[in-house]
T-cell receptor, first 115, second 116 residues
Framework: AQSVSQHNHHVILSEAASLELGCNYS??????LFWYVQYPGQHLQLLLK??????LVKGIKGFEAEFIKSKFSFNLRKPSVQWSDTAEYFC?????????????FGTGTRLTIIP | NAGVMQNPRHLVRRRGQEARLRCSPM?????VYWYRQLPEEGLKFMVY????????ESGMPKERFSAEFPKEGPSILRIQQVVRGDSAAYFC??????????????FGQGTRLTVV
């Protein structure tokens, strides 16, 4: 069974700082990878996804993530954060099992941006 | 094209009552997933359904919880005899039928269940 680890539980940054949130997964086979964001009181929104091809994936709102297969990692980055990026960020993995898009989520990283 | 619709948004139940949570998938989507988010935790998979079939219920508690996705109408997650520990946000996601797995699931806004 696959699992996902997000080691940073709470990150506090000032506006304009650079961001990197770690995500590691454990699964020996092929996976699809996702980052979701959850703003306070709202549902999950997809930030970006990796299925195949270029391991550097660009998403919405200036976010990007890099899939490093040898490290089983899919870290999320943003060069300059804004106050509006304050939210909870979840990494998720789907172990390829045709027709089943069941996701395994990490425990999330709470990001607080200080103006 | 409306997104995934969940209702109610908030549900308060007394211990021992039943809770029914509804999820209408996006138009054209035939796969529905339910997840539970406990306070301070990530989302945990509960069950995966297609029309009239439960495909994967490996995340469902063995007792009191059931789910269905009938041929007509929304998917229902039913919790009987609720207890305080059932208080959580319950999210539904849907995805289209697919030959492979390179599709994404779209999430609803969730139902926040509070058991008092």
């Amino acid at each position: 069974a696959q699992s996902v680890s997000q080691h940073n539980h709470h990150v506090i940054l000032s506006e304009a700082a650079s961001l990197e949130l770690g995500c590691n997964y454990s699964y020996g086979g092929t996976v699809n990878l996702f980052w979701y964001v959850q703003y306070p009181g709202q549902h999950l929104q997809l930030l970006l996804k990796y299925f195949s091809g270029d391991p550097l994936v660009k998403g919405i709102k200036g976010f990007e993530a890099e899939f490093i297969k040898s490290k089983f990692s899919f870290n999320l980055r943003k060069p300059s954060v804004q106050w509006s990026d304050t939210a909870e960020y979840f990494c998720a993995v789907n172990a390829l099992n045709f027709g089943n898009e069941k996701l395994t989520f990490g425990t999330g990283t709470r990001l607080t941006i200080i103006p | 094209n409306a997104g995934v619709m969940q209702n109610p948004r908030h549900l308060v139940r007394r211990r021992g009552q039943e809770a029914r949570l509804r999820c209408s998938p996006m138009k054209g989507h035939s796969h529905v997933y339910w997840y539970r988010q406990l306070p301070e935790e990530g989302l945990k998979f509960m069950v995966y359904l297609q029309k009239e079939n439960i495909i994967d219920e490996s995340g469902m508690p063995k007792e009191r919880f059931s789910a269905e996705f009938p041929k007509e109408g929304p998917s229902i997650l039913r919790i009987q005899q609720v207890v305080r520990g059932d208080s959580a946000a319950y999210f539904c996601a849907s995805s289209p039928p697919s030959a492979g797995s390179n599709t994404e699931a779209f999430f609803g806004q969730g139902t926040r269940l509070t058991v008092v």
